[in-house]
């Protein structure tokens, strides 16, 4: 049996023979006893030990019942496999049209042995209950003319996700075996339908009782051993520590992911190789003569990676017995742990960024003088550091800082001196908060200054005094957000088939935006929404009609505001747009969850909501009454968060969560929330230097093919992936086609003209002096963007997604941005020139005035 998961499963499929059926019931013991069972005995202590499972006893199903007092279930024959909890009950689904004799006995019969039963009549509920419950075993009535409906309920409840352990019986009449033609074995049919096997009837408690017990030890039971060995065998894979299995010859069967990184090799190449070819010991003879004997050896070993340097671990060896009396196969279990702490080896990690480990020392921190009296200063706070009860990362790094200071004191006070100056940068809690390098060429760019400063910046302080507005004595002001105005009307409203017709191009990466805009009336959230949401099944997933879901679209469309340039419910199906489009890359259909895709979906549509078309800092400023709610923190994003979850929980017709389980939209919930304030660009290379660190391609030698599965599915990371998934859609203009790029450019450049007009006309702190409608340069604003926001991240996310398409365009706009600025094209008034040409041409909506 192949254990494996079609959509989330990271790690090597692992394939166990054993007993399947009564009649191999004599090997069910050698099954037992095989590799993967003696590999649990031994490496138990230690895996447990890591925490890796919950607790230590064995576990095994215990039936007991009146009439089956002696019976007490299969035992653990032996082996830590059967990972059941002892009060675990098994769970028997009944699916019977119609109440009978046999019905009656089944379940009696089962309830006697202690199993949990269920009766139900229809498919319909079968499939339902069978979804909540997941039971162990299922029966379904196939006698007589029932048998093509038994058949198509066979068949649904194996198209669910939740069948896998699972064993379906047709309960057949006593004529079914002889009544068909002597040469054709009807079995096979019920197989090729999805049925275990089949049983007759029988109203025989005795007799039923045995079957039952008879179908549990061979079906049953060895099942939950699969899914054991399965357990183990990802625990094993996952570890920290390097494992490898080998037969009595020394030839590797098996390692696992610690050890390709930790040596170089990938597992094909280890895999049937003689691993005294790589590790080596002092005395081999002797512990191979211990190992043949059955005892376990420990010592050091040398390990010969691939790039030929040799490193040294502590290892432990474990024989043991698969078949016969002698050992079959050999367990080394190396210390990675002994060797991080001990051996002081640099660059060498597992799962970590690669950094420097230099061996701590556990005596004395007397630092050495360097004239300056470093180690006096730092020599008290360091041990107060070190009595704390709790330790952080931080801390961590601070230690070997000061450690490597304390070496090289004597020798080279100026590197001391630059180590100090480091540790004194690390004691910020602000570790990511960008600032500007006063050295490099768009410190002296006003324009591109301060787009970026604006950007990152949480508070206005970042402003030199050379370019605040003429009256420095700003007032408090109130910015009241005003309702969307009325719609446009188009003259001629194109109708639904060109929209249709559009929309069949809505995954593409060049989907034109701006024509949906005008062929749906300034309404293309709604359209693209429900054909977005529909590709990805939402209305299913969330269990709620589509029409709840349209009214959903309608309500957050209607609060975005038509008389933003940019920030309107266009920029907002663009980003839901780019989001779609992303989550068809192979690697995130191998990360995300349905449930995440529909987060991200609602999370894109509604992340600007009511955007009034200024700054979280201009509501700052102003005093505004969002920035008093949210204490100048986020205070647009948080807004966007809250206003779409009160809207959508305000009326039962929009409320897209109500068929919701409270877990499932709690967690829905804080998905959503976790994507939309990560739009907040203040956040920007913190969130950018996090992906890089966990999901991108180091391009050394040790992550060559970049992240394992098992790193980027740990729930800190998906969720890293998913507000990294959400800020390049947000950002996504300039990694559109050139029309649409200078379109948005255009559009984002009136909506801050407007903003710094208002400032100055309100006498306030103007936040971006440099994006005046009379000398703003578009063109050099664009080229400060893509240089210091969008080039690394969108390069990283390429990268990761494999979608070149937009570092393509990305660098051809640029290009282009960069020509226009060389030929004087600066102004508003100059790009919307340029957009009379038809290669650059936008569709416009005309006013019916």
């Known amino acids: 049996m192949a254990l494996n998961d079609t959509r989330r499963l990271t790690h090597r499929t692992l394939h166990i023979s054993g007993a399947t059926g009564p009649e191999d019931e004599s090997k069910t013991e050698t099954m037992s006893e095989s590799w993967i069972s003696g590999f649990s005995s031994i490496l138990c202590g230690r895996l447990w030990r890591r925490k890796l499972f919950g607790s230590r006893d064995k576990m095994q199903v215990l039936v007991e019942?009146?009439?089956?007092?002696?019976?007490?279930?299969?035992?653990?024959?032996?082996?830590?496999?059967?990972?059941?909890?002892?009060?675990?009950?098994?769970?028997?689904?009944?699916?019977?049209?119609?109440?009978?004799?046999?019905?009656?006995?089944?379940?009696?019969?089962?309830?006697?042995?202690?199993?949990?039963?269920?009766?139900?009549?229809?498919?319909?509920?079968?499939?339902?209950?069978?979804?909540?419950?997941?039971?162990?075993?299922?029966?379904?009535?196939?006698?007589?003319?029932?048998?093509?409906?038994?058949?198509?309920?066979?068949?649904a409840i194996r198209a669910t996700n939740c069948h896998h352990s699972s064993v379906i019986l047709a309960l057949v009449k006593k004529s079914f075996f002889t009544a068909a033609d002597k040469d054709e074995i009807v079995t096979l049919d019920l197989l090729n339908t999805g049925y275990s096997r089949a049983t007759m009837e029988c109203t025989h408690e005795i007799l039923l009782g045995n079957q039952l017990i008879g179908i549990y030890a061979s079906e049953i039971q060895p099942r939950m051993q699969l899914a054991a060995a399965h357990a183990l065998y990802v625990?094993?894979?996952?570890?920290?520590?390097?494992?490898?299995?080998?037969?009595?010859?020394?030839?590797?069967?098996?390692?696992?992911?610690?050890?390709?990184?930790?040596?170089?090799?990938?597992?094909?190449?280890?895999?049937?190789?003689?691993?005294?070819?790589?590790?080596?010991?002092?005395?081999?003879?002797?512990?191979?003569?211990?190992?043949?004997?059955?005892?376990?050896?420990?010592?050091?070993?040398?390990?010969?990676?691939?790039?030929?340097?040799?490193i040294t671990i502590n290892c432990r060896i474990i024989p043991f017995c698969a078949t016969g009396k002698k050992p079959s196969h050999y367990v080394y279990v190396h210390d990675t742990m002994y060797l991080l702490e001990n051996m002081g080896l640099a660059g060498i990690t597992l799962g970590h960024p690669r950094v420097s480990l230099i061996s701590l020392r556990r005596g004395s921190y007397d630092l050495k003088s360097t004239g300056s009296d470093i180690g006096t200063q730092r020599r008290s706070s360091l041990q107060k550091l070190n009595n704390l009860p709790l330790e952080a990362p931080i801390t961590k790094v601070m230690l070997l800082l000061t450690n490597a200071m304390t070496e090289i004191s004597g020798t080279s006070p100026d590197l001391a001196m630059q180590i100090?100056?480091?540790?004194?940068?690390?004691?910020?809690?602000?570790?990511?908060r960008p600032y500007l390098k006063e050295d490099t060429k768009i410190y002296n760019d006003p324009v591109a200054s301060d787009l970026v400063e604006a950007l990152l910046s949480k508070n206005c302080h970042y402003i030199r005094d050379s370019r605040r507005s003429s009256n420095d004595s700003t007032r408090s002001t109130q910015i009241r957000i005003t309702p969307p105005t009325t719609r446009l009307q188009l003259k001629n409203p194109q109708g639904p088939k060109e929209i249709e017709e559009l929309l069949d191009h809505s995954l593409d990466w060049d989907f034109d935006i701006f024509t949906l805009e005008v062929l749906s009336e300034r309404k293309p959230l709604v359209h693209l929404g429900m054909n977005l949401m529909g590709r990805y099944n939402v209305p299913a997933r969330l269990s709620c009609d589509e029409k709840t879901l349209q009214n959903w679209l309608t309500v957050i469309e209607y609060k975005y505001h038509l008389n933003n340039s940019y920030h309107n419910s266009t920029h907002a199906a663009d980003v839901l747009q780019a989001t779609a489009r992303f989550m068809q890359s192979d690697r995130l259909q191998m990360i995300l969850e349905p449930m995440d895709e529909v987060a991200a979906l609602i999370a894109a549509a509604a992340h600007d909501i009511d955007h009034p078309g200024r700054s979280s800092q201009f509501l700052c400023n102003a005093d505004n009454k969002l920035a008093i709610l949210y204490n100048d923190l986020s205070v647009l994003e948080s807004h966007h968060a809250a206003l779409t979850f009160k809207l959508t929980l305000a009326d039962d017709s929009v409320n897209i969560f109500k068929n919701l389980e409270r877990e499932t939209y709690k967690l829905i919930r804080q998905n959503v929330v976790d994507m939309i304030l990560a739009t907040e660009m203040t956040k920007h290379f913190e969130h950018l230097a996090k992906f890089v660190n966990v999901c991108s391609s180091r391009g050394d030698e040790y992550?060559?093919?970049?992240?394992?599965?098992?790193?980027?599915?740990?729930?800190?990371?998906?969720?890293?992936?998913?507000?990294?998934?959400?800020?390049?859609?947000?950002?996504?203009?300039?990694?559109?086609?050139?029309?649409?790029?200078?379109?948005?450019?255009?559009r984002i450049a009136e909506e801050y003209f407007n903003q710094t007009d208002e400032e100055k006309r309100k006498r306030m702190t103007v936040v971006m002096p440099m994006f005046d409608r009379n000398t703003c340069s578009i063109p050099k604003s664009q080229i400060g963007f893509v240089d210091y926001i969008i080039t690394d991240m969108i390069e990283a996310w390429d990268a990761f997604i494999d979608m070149p398409e937009m570092v393509t365009h990305m660098r051809q706009n640029y290009e282009v941005w960069k020509e226009y600025h060389e030929k004087g094209i600066s102004t508003l008034s100059d790009i919307e020139r340029l957009q009379t040409s038809p290669e650059l041409k936008i569709p416009c909506l005309r006013d019916p005035r």
């Not at 691993?275 to 081999?284: A, Q």
């Not at 100090?420 to 990511?432: M, P, Q, S």
């Not at 060559?704 to 507000?723: C, F, H, R, S, Y």
């Open 65 to 155: 019942s009146e009439s089956f007092k002696n019976f007490k279930g299969p035992q653990d024959f032996n082996s830590t496999l059967s990972i059941t909890a002892p009060s675990q009950i098994v769970e028997v689904l009944l699916v019977f049209p119609r109440e009978d004799r046999q019905l009656e006995v089944l379940g009696a019969v089962s309830r006697k042995l202690g199993w949990s039963v269920e009766v139900v009549k229809t498919g319909e509920k079968a499939v339902e209950v069978f979804q909540n419950r997941s039971h162990d075993l299922v029966i379904v009535d196939r006698r007589g003319h029932r048998a093509n409906e038994a058949d198509a309920i066979c068949r």
């Open 703 to 746: 992550y060559v093919d970049g992240p394992d599965m098992a790193t980027l599915l740990q729930p800190e990371n998906v969720t890293l992936i998913k507000i990294m998934m959400i800020k390049c859609a947000d950002v996504s203009n300039p990694t559109r086609p050139l029309r649409c790029c200078i379109e948005w450019a255009k």
């Open 235 to 310: 625990a094993v894979d996952r570890c920290r520590d390097m494992v490898h299995v080998t037969d009595d010859q020394h030839i590797v069967r098996f390692v696992n992911k610690a050890s390709e990184r930790l040596l170089g090799y990938k597992y094909e190449e280890m895999l049937g190789r003689n691993l005294s070819e790589i590790i080596t010991c002092e005395n081999f003879a002797l512990m191979d003569q211990q190992l043949q004997r059955g005892r376990e050896f420990e010592g050091n070993m040398n390990c010969r990676r691939k790039f030929n340097d040799t």
């Open 420 to 432: 100090d100056k480091a540790i004194e940068t690390l004691k910020t809690t602000e570790l990511y």
